[in-house]
């Protein structure tokens, strides 16, 4: 017996939920107001939103300094990120002739920039507010420093453009991991959840969960807000989770680890009995753990989405029981193929 991965299972890969996000620099500016007690710097004779650059589009979460642009090397610079200027960047442009500043800064903001920040409430360099509305790109000033600006605005940004989607099924947490519910619609979702919930575990989201990815190889599930807590259980109709069992019985988004499929029981249907053929499904890219489980009368479904929690931790530390029984009976099969050679070698060799 060896250990074989399949290949992604298309058939519960959600569809992505369109183009990449963008936003305006007014609506940038109050996403992030509040955070870096951002103030709009513009020259006296910028009238209208155009001049101002508030109506141009933000179109990913990558924000930098300029670098040696400001020196005069452009063949690498990426314009389209949000730019900031720190303490070394304005020092060095209030340090060059007024020729040369002007020169610098009409390059720079030849590109593609869709606003400029000013950390720790520094002045602008002579000149820069004036052509960067010439340019169309807005100024906002922080009284942050540097770090304590990049630390609060990218994971901002970054959940703000994150690659998203949304998905049919529920998702709890369980043991700490992240199990989201998929079958068709009536297959027993909800009430699964709702009973891990009663056994103490964590409802995040049920019916619809949206699913973001941070980085490359995390995704994000949470409820929408106005649905959020709320779960449909057939014959009952909607209630409210988090007044009947308490705050601590949901939580607001939780890490996607595994997808449990559910599914009603077929006696011909190939089911997985050993786990040493490990299925992934991939959401937005990122391939997780897919256990499907065929569901007939009787079945306690609480308990085996207990079971996957717990053993996918065990996995996560380097236990995994199918490969660890699989190796036990590779050595028992060599045990036993070497004490039969044993044996037919000392029948050849008995001359009695």
Known sequence: MSETTKGPDKS?????????????????????????????????????????????????????????????????????????LGETEVTYLASLEARDREQVLRQFLSFEVPALFITKGQELPPGLSEQAAAAGVAVLRSPLKTNEFYRRVKPILEDRFAPSTTMHGSLADVFGVGLLFTGKSGIGKSECVLDLVERGHRLVADDLVMVSRRG??????????????????????????????????????????????LEEWNYDAVVERTGLDGVTVSILDVPIPKITVPLNPGKNITVVAEVIAMNHLLRYSGVDAAAQFNERLIQHMNRARVERAMVQQYLREDDE
């Open 12 to 84: 519960d890969r959600p569809r992505a939920s369109g183009a990449q996000a963008s936003m305006t620099v007014s609506a940038l500016i109050e996403l992030l107001r509040e955070t870096l007690s951002l103030e709009h710097v513009r020259p006296s004779n910028s009238a209208d939103a155009r001049s101002s650059g508030l109506e141009r589009l933000v179109t990913n979460a990558e924000i930098s300094s300029p670098g040696l642009v400001l020196a005069g090397y452009v063949d690498r610079f990426v314009g389209n990120r949000l730019q900031v």
């Open 216 to 261: 490359t190889d995390v995704l994000v599930g949470r409820g929408h807000e106005l649905q959020r807590h709320f779960m449909e259980v057939r014959g009952i109709g909607l209630i409210d989770v988090r007044a009947i069992f308490g705050i601590r019985a949901v939580r607001q988004q939780k890490r996607i680890e595994v997808a449990v499929h």
